[in-house]
Nanobody, 124 residues
């Protein structure tokens, strides 16, 4: 059975950094794309970043986090990371990782599995 578990959330001050981890079990990162989403009160859920499956490992970022966040993958550990730097209060949200098809027209758009979420709070 597929399971995704997020970790690494917490409280950080403006301008600080945090690294989230998404550990996947029951699937291979060779065949799945992994995305990070976030949702905060008063906001719609948004896709923050995504990495496609296999050797291509194409990376995508929302404009709001580009040049501040970095997604990466460690296939040996079945883990996808989201390094978050220069954090703003606007980045505060529950962050979720999600898995979907690694190839095809719906890569990084359709997701079949979701983690439970990790709280990130940026304080001033």
């Amino acid at each position: 059975q597929v399971q995704l578990v997020e970790s690494g959330g917490g409280l950080v001050q403006i301008g600080g950094s945090l690294r989230l981890s998404c550990v996947a079990s029951g699937l291979s990162l060779s065949f799945y794309s992994i995305a990070w989403f976030r949702q905060a009160p008063g906001r719609e859920r948004e896709e923050v970043s995504c990495i496609t499956g296999g050797d291509a490992a194409t990376k995508q970022y929302a404009e709001s986090v580009k040049e501040r966040f970095t997604i990466s993958r460690d296939s040996a550990k079945n883990t996808v990371y989201l390094q978050m730097d220069i954090l703003y209060t606007e980045d505060s949200a529950v962050y979720y990782c999600a898995a979907g098809p690694g190839f095809g027209t719906r890569t990084c758009q359709a997701f079949d599995h979701w983690g439970q979420g990790a709280q990130v709070t940026v304080s001033s």
